[in-house]
């Protein structure tokens, strides 16, 4: 062979090589495209807290099976979704600990602790704040969120048995209702400080507020209804009560920016309300204990935990049916999905 067909020969083998390396970049470049394709087209679990199991039941929205659950702490309550939506949180009230699971793939990223009595929780919109209510220690602690880790800023000492709170859209005020003093009480945000506490009917629950941050519904676990406060000038004013059923206890709002839900936890309904129009429109049956619910992206489904009944219910909102139940652990309470309707 003469060198001049040697080095030929070389030039074409390292092109060969060369080509092959670029085909393989490419498919393997295609394959993670297409892997996150896959991923976004894969519907998000469904989460489900088995508060007197101490774990989550993990549930398939297509097949409608309880696929796996995953052990967290004691207690889990409530449980709500990072502000950049890569981690959902289980607050793990006996536990005085927070899990971090992976909203998709349900696996368990961490396990955070030393957060005390984490009952309810709840981001300001700023993202600048994570706040807890310490339910059997009659607390609410306000936590610097720097995207990764609470620091606390400020313990709040509160009435009895603090339950649910609301942040309002400006990040500046902080709404808790007390479970067994009956009272509603504020917190300024900015200083840190408890502004008011006024009364309340019996055994306040959850709050939501609209998205004019001028008016607030308190759900009374204790009574028929649901509480309508003017909270425009700062202190709250009770302007109207709404019968719903007896029990009245979590919100959910339907994402069209007209209605909410609430559980009535004791009628076992579910009632639709006007924030606009402050009228009960229509009511959905709610077995067995109704409590926490979601409502899935496209604001055709109620995700509902029928506490007493071990079950998530799984409610067609238009015609206003249950279309199945699955089997979860006992005392099912937080319910929670990324692929959801909007939070107002």
């Not at 297409?34 to 398939?60: K, M």
């Not at 009917?201 to 519904?217: N, Q």
């Not at 924030?275 to 995700?303: F, N, R």
């Not at 249950?322 to 309470?333: A, F």
């Amino acid at each position: 062979m003469e060198v001049g067909d040697y080095t030929q020969a070389r030039l074409k083998k390292a092109f060969v090589n060369l080509l092959s390396l670029f085909f393989r970049f490419l498919a393997s470049g295609l394959l993670v495209v297409l892997t996150h394709a896959a991923s976004a087209q894969t519907p998000a679990p469904v989460f489900v807290l088995n508060s007197l199991e101490g774990n989550v039941s993990v549930i398939d929205p297509v097949t409608w099976t309880e696929k796996k659950r995953i052990p967290t702490g004691k207690e889990p309550h409530h449980l709500y979704m990072t502000p950049d939506e890569k981690s959902v949180i289980v607050a793990n009230a006996l536990s005085d600990s927070l899990t971090f699971i992976h909203p998709r793939t349900a696996e368990v990223q961490r396990t955070l602790t030393g957060i005390l009595d984490p009952y309810q929780l709840r981001f300001s919109p700023d993202m600048k704040w994570f706040v807890t209510a310490a339910n059997r220690l009659n607390h609410v602690d306000i936590y610097r969120w720097d995207g990764q880790t609470p620091t606390l800023a400020k313990r709040i000492a509160t009435g009895k048995t603090p339950s649910h709170l609301w942040i309002d859209s400006k990040s500046t005020t902080i709404w808790a209702t007390m479970q067994d003093s009956d009272e509603l009480v504020t917190i300024d945000l900015v200083t840190q400080t408890l502004k008011s506490r006024v009364p309340t009917g019996p055994m306040p629950a959850d709050v939501f507020g609209t998205p004019d941050d001028k008016t607030l519904l308190v759900g009374l676990t204790g009574g028929e209804g649901v509480e309508v406060y003017d909270v425009s000038s700062g202190t709250p004013r009770k302007v109207k009560m709404l019968p719903t059923g007896k029990g009245a206890h979590a919100f959910r709002a339907l994402g069209d920016k007209r209605h909410v839900l609430v559980s009535n936890r004791v009628a076992n309904t579910v009632s639709q309300i006007d924030y606009v129009s402050m009228d009960v429109v229509a009511e959905l049956p709610g077995p067995s204990g109704p409590d926490c619910m979601d409502v899935s992206k496209d604001g055709k489904t109620l995700l509902l935990a029928s506490r007493w009944a071990k079950k998530l219910t799984v409610i067609d909102i238009a015609s206003r049916q249950v279309v199945r139940q699955v089997r979860v652990g006992k005392s099912p309470h937080g319910v929670w999905t990324l692929d959801h309707a909007g939070r107002n």
